[in-house]
């Protein structure tokens, strides 16, 4: 892992959480906010399980949940693993992901690794290839969220949505968006703040990026 929010009380809504960051993405968004992260995650310092697992269970007395980002947090090698780790701790897991990998998050909700997946739609599909920095079509785009979008439905409460309001993408556009979603869910809309440039790891403990994509 690569860095530590140690409390948050927004990125699980209801919840205090803390946050863990893992490097590495499959997209290369354009907006990116975390790219160093998300693209180059050597460039980052490691974040020792062992310290993230007694940091852990010294804290899960005043937290309600671990929120596990990135990047894109269903590329990491050794997932499963980690998530194991928390959930023998005894704290349940949020996702964030960017909703390419369907079958990833399947896998986590099955087997209770993961209580909830935060899923970003980033626009209408059409608009995919330049959404993500060309890494996937509209039509893998629309696949892949269409398999999130079935396991919403059958999974009630399990899944949020969220799309980042980034330069170019109209209110029209957004709508196109807000109408993929299954009957009961809902589109929370997040500010775009532009990319950063200056290494967010302070003393090994990374800083939440306030309002933008949750960097699925
Ligand atoms: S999916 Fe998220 S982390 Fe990956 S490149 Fe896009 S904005 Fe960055």
């Given amino acids: 892992m690569r860095g530590l929010q140690r ?15 893992l490097g590495g993405c ?5 907006t ?27 804290r899960k007395r005043w937290l309600n949940g671990v ?12 997932l499963g693993e980690l998530l194991y780790e928390i959930r023998k701790i005894g704290l349940p897991v949020k996702l964030d992901s960017n909703g390419m990998r369907p079958e990833i ?3 986590a909700l099955d087997s209770g690794l ?20 060309d890494r996937v079509t509209a039509a893998e785009a629309r696949r892949n969220l269409e398999s ?11 899944f949020s949505f969220r799309l980042t309001r ?12 807000r109408g993929y979603l299954p009957a009961g869910h809902t589109l929370t809309l997040q500010t775009y703040r532009a990319p950063r440039r200056a290494n967010a790891h302070a003393d090994h403990e990374a800083r939440r990026p306030v309002g933008n994509v949750v960097n699925g």
């Fill in 26 to 30: 499959n997209l290369r968004c354009p």
């Fill in 114 to 133: 993961a209580e909830h997946c935060a899923v970003d739609v980033k626009g209408p599909y059409a608009l995919y290839p330049a959404l993500s920095g």
């Fill in 105 to 107: 998050l399947a896998e």
């Fill in 7 to 21: 409390l948050s009380l927004c990125d699980w809504p209801g919840r205090s959480c803390c946050v863990i960051f």
């Fill in 67 to 78: 929120t596990v980002t990135g990047g894109e947090a269903t590329c990491a090698p050794g």
């Fill in 166 to 177: 980034v330069p170019g993408l109209t209110g029209d556009d957004i709508e196109t968006a």
């Fill in 32 to 58: 990116c906010h975390n790219f160093e992260l998300a693209w180059n995650m050597e460039s980052q310092p490691l974040f020792a399980r062992s310290k993230l697992l007694l940091f852990l269970a010294e």
């Fill in 148 to 158: 999130v979008f079935a396991q919403a439905e059958r999974r009630p409460g399990a």
